[in-house]
């Protein structure tokens, strides 16, 4: 799947947020190995630490289903749904992409111009990688 159509539908998933609170708007589209691709958006509570990021939502989808091999994501977001420049992973979501990704998992991060593109060794150096960490 090319990029652009990757961020089409995490920008589609923007459209979904619920963020009473911020006012900004997220979403992800998540693209697994067999071209599935899961959409999420970010959900917020009032009392904030229940709120789970768009990322959060997709791959959590996508684990549900049983998908476990992953090959990119689009994150869009901004104040009131308007992208203006690049939306990168919070620090909880990109260990969740290390959870289940290697270091050449693509991220895509959108602007208001197009996007930026980083892997997971790019954006999250000296990661706590299960894999050394816990022996599998």
């Given at each position: 799947m090319i990029p652009e159509?990757?961020?089409?539908?995490?920008?589609?998933?923007?459209t979904r947020a619920y963020a009473p609170y911020s006012g900004y708007k997220v979403g992800a589209a998540l693209l697994c190995a067999d071209g599935?691709?899961?959409q999420g958006c970010n959900i917020e509570n009032a009392s904030f630490s229940p709120t789970v990021c768009?990322?959060?939502?997709a791959f959590f989808k996508a684990v549900y289903d049983g998908h476990r091999d992953f090959v990119a994501i689009a994150?869009?977001?901004g104040?009131?749904?308007?992208?203006t420049g690049p939306f990168p992973p919070c620090g909880v979501c990109r260990q969740v992409m290390r959870e289940f990704?290697?270091?050449?998992?693509?991220?895509?991060?959108?602007?208001?111009?197009?996007?930026?593109?980083?892997?997971?060794?790019?954006?999250?150096?000296?990661?706590?990688?299960?894999?050394?960490?816990?022996?599998?």
């Open positions: 159509k990757l961020i089409e539908l995490a920008k589609d998933a923007m599935t691709v899961y768009a990322e959060r939502t994150v869009c977001g104040k009131d749904g308007i992208i990704c290697g270091d050449d998992f693509v991220i895509y991060m959108v602007d208001a111009e197009g996007y930026e593109a980083a892997t997971l060794a790019q954006i999250l150096p000296y990661s706590f990688d299960p894999k050394k960490h816990m022996g599998q």
